[in-house]
T-cell receptor
């Protein structure tokens, strides 16, 4: 079956760095997405990786290793507004998104 | 209006009621989606429409009935729901259903079935 694993919850301190991991097993691979979802709001797009390596976008970076079925989202200089759930999703062989359950990130002062 | 809008934002209904959820996208996209989001569970894809044709129905119970009258509007008709159907229902749209297809989400409808 298809499976996306990510930690349920993480806690970090304001100003610090946090890495959220995602491992996947899917039938085919056509890219990996990270979305951010604040409580009670819509998920919003953060990043897309289809080739191995690191994609950097401001304070956020996303890494992909297709051979390991692994990705991570790196958040630097954490701010209180980064408290949210982070969703990992893989586009499978049919271009359907398979979603992880999300990682709730709690930022403490 | 911009992006993807959904109405109502909150809905409480009894098990014998009939109601409809509405989604509208203002992005010129060709594909629209209905998802169910339950606490601590992955997003569950319910229905996919591409160019107003249904392309995916992931074994969703018949008490959920989608309708896509045009590429900008999507409805989810609800009847004789169960308490376990209580969840956040998210609508999304994308440029297409193949290749890179970043999805844009609406704010969701929080549904409670009594």
């Amino acid at each position: 079956g298809q499976n996306i694993d990510q930690p349920t919850e993480m806690t970090a301190t304001e100003g610090a760095i946090v890495q959220i991991n995602c491992t996947y097993q899917t039938s085919g691979f056509n890219g990996l997405f990270w979305y951010q979802q604040h409580a009670g709001e819509a998920p919003t797009f953060l990043s897309y990786n289809v080739l191995d390596g690191l994609e950097e976008k401001g304070r956020f970076s996303s890494f992909l290793s297709r051979s390991k079925g692994y990705s991570y989202l790196l958040l630097k200089e954490l701010q209180m507004k980064d408290s949210a759930s982070y969703l990992c999703a893989v586009s499978d062989s049919n271009y359907q998104l398979i979603w992880g359950a999300g990682t709730k990130l709690i930022i403490k002062p | 209006e911009t992006g993807v809008t959904q109405t109502p934002r909150h809905l409480v209904m009894g098990m014998t009621n009939k109601k409809s959820l509405k989604c509208e996208q203002h992005l010129g996209h060709n594909a629209m989606y209905w998802y169910k989001q339950s606490a601590k569970k992955p997003l569950e894809l319910m229905f996919v429409y591409s160019l107003e044709e249904r392309v995916e129905n992931n074994s969703v119970p018949s008490r959920f009935s989608p309708e896509c009258p045009n590429s900008s509007h999507l409805f989810l008709h609800l009847h004789t729901l169960q308490p376990e159907d209580s969840a956040l229902y998210l609508c999304a749209s994308s440029g297409g259903t193949g290749d890179y297809n970043e999805q844009f989400f609406g704010p969701g409808t929080r549904l409670t079935v009594l």
